[in-house]
Every structure is written in C-alpha cells, then in structure tokens.
Nanobody, 119 residues
C-alpha cells in the first residue's frame, strides 16, 4: 500500500520553528517530486513547497520564501520541511503529496499534520 506519513506538527509561538517530516512507502520514491500543501478551515488549499525527484529544484510560495526550507533524503524515503520564523498565518493542516513533477497532478496524498502558531 502507498503511504505518506506526515509528522512533526504542533503548537508553537510566533517566531518559533518546527520541522515536518514525510516518510513514504509503497512506491518508487526516487521517481517522484514531493510537495507540501496546507489548508486552514474556511480557506483554500495552498501549495507551500515542492522538491523535484532528483533533488535539483525546489519551489516555495512567496509567503514562506526565506523562512521555510524543503529537503529530501532518498535513502530514507523522507522529505523534510524546516519552518522557521513561524507566523500565526502559517497555522493550518499540512499535507505531503507525491507528484511526477512539481505542479503536476498529485498521485498520492498523505494524511495531514496540524501546525498551530500562537501570537
């Protein structure tokens, strides 16, 4: 079975940091770009960041540039999202997802992890 297991969310004060992890299994991890998306209730889902399959390219939504860093360890089938200088508007459920390339139709979704940033 395909699984994308996201973890690392929690409650943090504004200005703090969290590192999210997404561990994948059940498909050829090296063949897929991995993205992080987020959704807060009442708001549209938003793509936050993505890393290409070959680790050669990374993408960020403007609102997180300079604060978030995406990375991957293909030996561990894991993608990380380091989130620094968190703001209350970063509060959302964060999901990881697998796609053939960044911006493509998502093939596999993971379950979400809640990130809450208090002011």
């Amino acid at each position: 079975d395909v699984q994308l297991q996201a973890s690392g969310g929690g409650l943090v004060q504004a200005g703090g940091s969290l590192r999210l992890s997404c561990v994948a299994s059940g498909f050829t991890f090296d063949d897929y770009a991995i993205g992080w998306l987020r959704q807060d209730p009442g708001k549209a889902r938003e793509g936050v960041s993505c890393i290409s399959a070959d680790d050669d390219s990374t993408y960020y939504v403007d609102s997180v540039k300079g604060r978030f860093t995406i990375s991957r360890d293909n030996a561990k089938n894991t993608v990380y999202l380091q989130m620094n200088s968190l703001k209350p508007e970063d509060t959302a459920v964060y999901y990881c997802a697998a796609e053939k390339f960044c911006g493509a139709t998502i093939d596999y979704w993971g379950q979400g992890t809640q990130v809450t940033v208090s002011s």
